[in-house]
C-alpha cells in the first residue's frame, strides 16, 4: 500500500526554538501534501499544504519544503510557542484519496 | 462556527451491538470522509462519498458501512463492533478532488466496545 512516513516519533523543543518536523513519502505520483496538527481530542487541523510543483510554501510562522528527487518534505515551525505542541502529521495523495503519516509528537518545553 | 459536526463525541456499545456514528456539514462540500483512528496511530481512510457515489477502501472491513442520505449527513454504521474497532472515528469534508483537496476534520467520536 502507499505509505507517507514521518522520520521521529517525538520532538522536544525549548521555548521560542525553531521546530522541524520531517516526513518520506513512498508514491512518486503524488503531486499534493498537507501538514495537519492535531491536538489531544481533537481532530486533525489544515496547517499549510504544497504541490509538486513547488519546492518551498510559507505560511505564518511555518514553512513546508518539498525534495521530490528523495521523495522527502518537511514543517518547519519558527519561534516554537507552547500552544504548538500537538501531534503533527503529513498526508499526501494517491489519486484522489490522502494516506497519512505515523504523526510526530511536538512537545514544546516552556 | 462549527462546521463539521460529529454526534456523539463520546459512544460506549457492547461487543457485537450495532451502532451509528453521524457527520454532518455546513460547509456545502461535495466529499465526505469517514477515517478511524487508533491510539497514537494515523488517521486511516475507511471511504468517502463524492455526492452520492460512494468509494470503499480495500482493506475496509465489511463490518463497517456508510450512508449519506443527502448532502449534509453521512453516517457510519459499524454491524457488529468487535473490541478492536474501538477508536476515534473522524469525518472528513472537501469541495473536491483536485483543487479543492483542503479537508475540514470534525472533532471526531471516540467509540468505547465493551
Known amino acids: 500500500g502507499e505509505s507517507v512516513g514521518l522520520h521521529l516519533p517525538t520532538l522536544s523543543v525549548q521555548e521560542g526554538d525553531n521546530s522541524i518536523i520531517n516526513c518520506a513519502y513512498s508514491?512518486?505520483?503524488?503531486?499534493?501534501f498537507i501538514w495537519y496538527k492535531q491536538e489531544s481530542g481533537k481532530g486533525p487541523q489544515f496547517i499549510i499544504d504544497i504541490r509538486s510543483n513547488m519546492d518551498k510554501r510559507q505560511g505564518q510562522r511555518v514553512t513546508v519544503l518539498l525534495n521530490k528527487t528523495v521523495k522527502h518534505l518537511s514543517l518547519q515551525i519558527a519561534a516554537t510557542q507552547p500552544g504548538d505542541s500537538a501531534v503533527y502529521f503529513c498526508?499526501?495523495?494517491?489519486?484522489?484519496?490522502?494516506?497519512f503519516g505515523t504523526g510526530t509528537s511536538l512537545t514544546v518545553i516552556p | 462556527d462549527a462546521m463539521v459536526i460529529q454526534n456523539p463525541r463520546y459512544q460506549v456499545t457492547q461487543f457485537g451491538k450495532p451502532v451509528t456514528l453521524s457527520c454532518s456539514q455546513t460547509l456545502n462540500h461535495n466529499v465526505m470522509y469517514w477515517y478511524q483512528q487508533k491510539s497514537s496511530q494515523a488517521p486511516k481512510l475507511l471511504f468517502h462519498y463524492y455526492d452520492k457515489d460512494f468509494n470503499n477502501e480495500a482493506d475496509t472491513p465489511d463490518n463497517f458501512q456508510s450512508r449519506r442520505p443527502n448532502t449534509s449527513f453521512c453516517f457510519l454504521d459499524i454491524r457488529s463492533p468487535g473490541l478492536g474497532d474501538a477508536a476515534m472515528y473522524l469525518c472528513?469534508?472537501?469541495?473536491?478532488?483536485?483543487?479543492?483537496?483542503?479537508?475540514?476534520f470534525g472533532p471526531g467520536t471516540r467509540l468505547t466496545v465493551t
Open positions: 472528513a469534508t472537501s469541495r473536491g478532488y483536485q483543487d479543492s483537496y483542503e479537508q475540514y
Open positions: 508514491n512518486s505520483a503524488s503531486d499534493y
Open positions: 498526508a499526501g495523495n494517491t489519486g484522489n484519496q490522502f494516506y
